[in-house]
């Protein structure tokens, strides 16, 4: 019972059913730590870390990052020897996932790409930000800056995700006018829905209600300093989550949630809180661009020449779009930009599975030599 208010159900049933490990029950996790988990089992918080053999399989035997648990799995638990943690034995496979490229540590360069500059650097891997989620609310905090491609590049990396969208537009105790907001949104995904909030106040925080159901688990995503932890805490009816002062002075604070971590609501429902993104490369391909920015895709099919470069070519639909107004020149822009830095990443996937390919060759290669 208190494993389906987690989101425990037939479809996590049937997936335990088949790992066939003995002994072994199911848990969520509720955050990670350095080498333990926090794991909610039945009701109660237990600490776990990761078994030996998953941790050879992912450092030695070249499984990928996504490997490792995170925020919102299920995963199968047994017990540890006498006094030891609980052993995560395996991971159950997700029903979905939010990802971004990893976090680029150490230098980041500007490199030539089909004629314009983009930013490369870091590891070509996916890092998980949440997983198994039914709803992705983002966060505009109406206080800070308002960055239309912003938004474009966030829905572009959730198109697929396979979740629900919601918009919160947070501190209309701050700033109560915000049609033109709303205005710009519908421009950019008339289709998802938009509620105002003031977090801090408590004012329309009721309309989550309908959003938030039992078993169902949301991901809060957005600038930092927008109020994640802030709604947190009010919907937690606790000061959980520890939320930033923003200096007066600039309307600046600094990050203050450090990593992921998954609530249960006492009204029903879970919220996964996560640090505010301070880079969101994408880890997507054409088809979420291609969702996100469909009208120009359509237009692109209008143009008289199949492969029209959109230049001085005659019938060019989308010369005509952007001539005629219809066609906003900043979306254009960001658009070609996004398409670019999509198709550099799908180039470097290949080196990466080609590179993977040849030392694995090499390896054959030397354990035949060997034998
Ligand atoms: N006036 C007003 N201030 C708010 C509201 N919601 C949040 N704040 C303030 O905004 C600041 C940032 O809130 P947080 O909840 O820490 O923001 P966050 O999105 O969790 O930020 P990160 O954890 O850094 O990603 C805090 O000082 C909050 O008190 C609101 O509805 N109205
Ligand atoms: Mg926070
Ligand atoms: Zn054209």
Same mark, same amino acid.
């Given at each position: 019972m208190e494993n389906e208010k987690m989101g425990w159900n037939k479809y996590w049933q049937d997936k335990a059913a088949e790992?066939? @490990?003995?002994n072994s029950i199911p848990g969520r996790v509720i955050s990670q730590g350095k080498k333990n988990y926090l794991i909610s089992v039945g009701g109660q918080d237990i600490l776990a870390e990761l078994s030996g053999k998953m941790l050879y399989q992912i450092r030695c035997q070249?499984? &990928? *990052?996504?490997?490792y648990p995170v925020t919102g799995d299920w995963v199968m638990l047994r017990q540890g020897e006498h006094g030891s943690l609980q052993i995560i034995e395996a991971v159950l496979p997700r029903t979905n996932y939010l990802a971004r490229k990893m976090k680029i540590s150490g230098g980041r360069k500007l490199v030539q790409f089909q004629g314009s500059e983009i930013l490369t650097g870091g590891i070509t891997d996916a890092q998980l930000l949440?997983? !198994? @989620?039914?709803l992705i609310i983002y966060f505009i905090g109406l206080d800070q800056r308002f960055s239309r491609n912003r938004i474009e590049r966030f829905f572009t990396q959730v198109s697929s995700v396979g979740a629900e969208l919601l918009i919160i537009l947070n501190k209309i105790d701050k700033c109560p006018q915000y049609e033109t907001v709303l205005d710009e949104l519908n421009v950019i995904r008339p289709e998802v829905a938009v509620i105002a909030v003031s977090a801090l106040k408590g004012i329309?925080?009721? *309309?989550l209600q309908y959003y938030l159901k039992d078993g169902k688990t949301a991901v809060l995503m957005g600038a930092s300093g927008s109020g994640k932890s802030t709604l947190v805490n009010r919907l937690l009816e606790v000061d959980q989550q520890e939320t930033e002062q923003v200096r007066e002075k600039d309307g600046k604070g600094r990050h203050k949630t450090s990593s992921r971590e998954l609530f249960l609501l006492p009204g029903g429902g879970m919220l996964i809180d996560t640090p505010g993104l301070r880079e969101l490369q994408l880890w997507a391909d054409s088809e979420d661009i291609q969702e996100t920015f469909s009208d120009i895709v359509e237009l692109e099919h209008k143009c008289?020449? &199949? !492969?029209? !470069?959109?230049?001085?070519?005659?019938?060019c639909a989308i010369k005509a779009a952007l001539e005629n107004g219809s066609l906003d020149l900043a979306r254009y822009d960001n658009y070609l930009k996004m398409t670019r830095e999509i198709d550099h990443l799908n180039l470097r996937k290949k080196q990466k599975a080609h590179q993977r390919a040849q030392s694995s060759r090499e390896k054959n290669k030397l354990k035949q030599e060997i034998l």
């Open positions: 790992f066939k @490990i003995n070249g499984k &990928r *990052q996504s490997a949440a997983v !198994n @989620i039914d329309g925080t009721e *309309q008289l020449f &199949r !492969n029209c !470069n959109h230049g001085s070519e005659p019938g």
